[in-house]
Every structure is written in C-alpha cells, then in structure tokens.
C-alpha cells in the first residue's frame, strides 16, 4: 500500500475550469514532488518543494500553481489547462538528504496517480 | 548532464524463467544512487531496488538483483523466477548525489507470458 495518497484518482475537467489535485504524506518527508506522465513516456518533473518552499520548477505553464500548505501536503492548481495536458499526474515525497538517522537515502516514494482528461 | 539509456524498448519472459533488463547510464559524477522502478497497468510508480553508487556489492531484493558495473555504467536488473505480477513497464533511474530529481531512461515493457 502506498504512503502517498493522491486525489482524486480520476479528474474530467473543461479548459475553462478551476480543479486542484491534492497529494498527502505521513513519512515525515520534507520533499515532495508533482510529475507529469504521458502514455507510454516516463515521469517528467513538474515542481519539487523542500522544506515546504519551492525549489525546483522545470518552466512548466503557469495555468500549473503548485501549493505546500503544510509539510505532508501537496497540492496542484489547475486553470485553463489545455487538451494536451491530459496525463497521469504523480506526487511523491523524499526524506531530504542530511538526515544521518534515515536510511532510506534519495529514495522517493510515488502515489498511485491522479487521471486528468481535460475536454 | 546525465543520460540514462534502456536499450529493450519490450522484452518478454515465460512464467518462472530469469530474465535480464539492462540500463546504461552516462555520469561524470562518482557518488550517486541508480534505481529500478516497476509502474504496472495501474500506474503506480513502485520501487524495485536501490544502488549507491560507492557500495560494490550488488544490491538484491528476494527474486531481485542488479548487476552494477560502476566502471562501465551499466545496472541491469535481473528478475529471477518470474511471475505473471511482474509484467510491468520497468524504468532505470539515475539521482545525484544531493540530487532532487531522477533521470529516467525510456522504460522497458516486460510480459511475463503463463
């Protein structure tokens, strides 16, 4: 079972909607993560947030806003997204690296994923 | 910059046979981690196994085991006594040392065929 849950699992949205993809850890991680996954490609990275900042956006679009209320939450604002932009989106989250008492490293841990269909 | 290359873009394997996907790797770094990761038709992301680069022994993970040659940068997978779950899409990747994100390679599509 995973430790990132992802909602919601299916999202059909209009171009001229509002919707929001939410993500949650309880790992005590400090970096979480949005990629995006088209079919039959790997993941591309979106935005990492550390320590609840952002520090990493790979130019994606602004009609993409990333929010990091809290330090196990993630979410993806969506407005006026385009018939491209539907994809698989996946959250993950990493222990960030300094922590000498976790062992797990670099290793980041995926969510099953939110379908997006934009109509 | 780092690249990462599967060069089996779909393999095959009968039910409990061994079988080999291989991940080559282009780095000018010397600490890093090398991953395999499994995303089957439900499209969760899931991990297979971990490598740091500064360790020689090769990591293993019950019917998983790599194959690092750190020299030739090359980390295959192997999957041993193959099962039908195992059919999956299996994607090498490569993360710096105090790194934040993954390079992935293309991905390799394996059916494990009853």
């Known amino acids: 079972d995973t430790e990132v849950t992802q909602t919601p699992k299916h999202l059909v949205m209009g171009m001229t909607n509002k919707k929001s993809l939410k993500c949650e850890q309880h790992?005590?991680?400090?970096?979480m993560y949005w990629y995006k996954q088209k079919a039959k490609k790997p993941p591309e990275l979106m935005f990492v947030?550390?320590?609840?900042?952002?520090?990493i956006n790979e130019s994606v679009p602004s009609r993409f806003s990333p929010e990091c209320p809290n330090s196990s939450l993630l979410n993806l604002h969506l407005h006026a997204l385009q018939p491209e932009d539907s994809a698989l989106y996946l959250c993950?989250?990493?222990?960030?690296?300094?922590?000498?008492?976790?062992?797990?490293?670099?290793?980041?841990?995926f969510g099953e994923g939110s379908w997006l269909t934009v109509v | 910059a780092q690249t990462v290359t599967q060069s089996q873009p779909e393999m095959s394997v009968q039910e409990a046979e061994t079988v080999t996907l291989s991940c080559t790797y282009d780095?000018?770094?010397?600490?890093?981690?090398l991953f395999w990761y499994k995303q089957p038709p439900s499209r969760q992301m899931i991990l297979v196994i971990r490598?740091?680069?500064?360790?020689?022994q090769n990591a293993t993970e019950n019917r998983f085991s790599v194959n690092f040659q750190k020299a030739a940068k090359s980390f295959s997978l192997k999957i041993s006594d193959s099962q039908l779950g195992d059919t999956a899409m299996y994607f090498c990747?490569?993360?710096?040392?105090?790194?934040?994100?993954?390079?992935f390679g293309p991905g390799t599509r394996l059916s494990v065929l009853p």
């Open positions: 993950a989250s990493s222990q960030e690296r300094g922590d000498s008492s976790y062992s797990s490293g670099n290793t980041i841990y």
């Open positions: 790992m005590g991680h400090r970096a």
């Open positions: 490598q740091e680069a500064y360790k020689q």
């Open positions: 990747a490569f993360m710096r040392n105090y790194g934040q994100n993954f390079v």
């Open positions: 780095t000018s770094e010397n600490n890093y981690y």
């Open positions: 947030y550390s320590y609840e900042k952002l520090s």
